[in-house]
């Protein structure tokens, strides 16, 4: 794809000879590339790559940057409220999480960067979900297979829609204990310069420690956070 990158479009032919391989591996490669969407053949047998790869490109960019940006917010977060502190970012229908600064307390929680989550329980996850405009929202939510982790989980598409759109009016989610039990946390949106929602911040922990009393505390610090975060992003909130 580096080479193809450099000069599109072009034969198979000519990419077997510049990448020194056979032409039935070139072709195998292109195939492959095709079916995933990543390059496309035109009329006379040229390759040439697609807007996908674009897109992918351009996730990681925003990811690596809003990564830089947060990663001393998110330290500061954890250090005042003594619990986790949480970045994540919408990755094929499913929360991943890119950062990540643990609790000091001796029970804790492990996120591991990389590791996905799902989005409708939570806090991470509807957050991110307020992202969708109205009809991405409704689709996603009917096509979606609800599963039940707790007696709090969420499985009523309905009232999951009302969730997420009063998410999207308050600013901020609860996981009421729905992803696992036990486990409680409250979270926030990242916007870019274009107002998008690109990533959101959380605070997770216990639900012995983090009490309704204490969200209710850390809910201010934790927009206000995610507004400073949003800003060094280009975010600007005129209009919203």
Request: proline residues 3%; charged residues 25%; glycine residues 6%.
């Amino acid at each position: 794809m580096e080479v193809l990158s450099q000069k599109q479009p072009m034969k198979p032919s000519e990419l077997a000879k510049q990448l020194n391989l056979t032409r039935s591996n070139i072709y195998r490669l292109l195939v492959t590339l095709q079916e995933m969407g990543y390059v496309e053949r035109a009329a006379d047998g040229t390759y040439s790559l697609t807007m996908k790869m674009f897109m992918v490109g351009s996730a990681v960019l925003v990811m690596k940057e809003v990564s830089k940006v947060a990663r001393p917010y998110i330290a500061h977060l954890a250090e005042i409220s003594q619990e986790c502190g949480h970045l994540g970012i919408m990755y094929e229908n499913k929360v991943l999480y890119i950062e990540q600064v643990k609790s000091k307390h001796y029970l804790t929680l492990d996120y591991p960067v990389g590791q996905t989550d799902q989005l409708y329980c939570t806090a991470l996850g509807k957050v991110l979900l307020t992202g969708l405009n109205e009809v991405q929202l409704e689709a996603w939510v009917r096509s979606t297979n609800l599963v039940r982790y707790t007696e709090n989980t969420i499985t009523d598409p309905d009232v999951l829609l009302g969730v997420i759109r009063n998410v999207k009016k308050q600013d901020y989610a609860i996981d009421n204990e729905e992803r696992y039990a036990g486990i409680k946390c409250v979270g926030t949106p990242i916007y870019d310069y274009t107002n998008k929602i690109v990533a959101a911040i959380s605070i997770s922990g216990p639900a012995v420690r983090l009490t309704n009393e204490k969200i209710e505390e850390l809910k201010p610090l934790l927009i206000e956070v995610s507004e400073e975060i949003s800003r060094k992003m280009g975010w600007s909130n005129f209009g919203m």
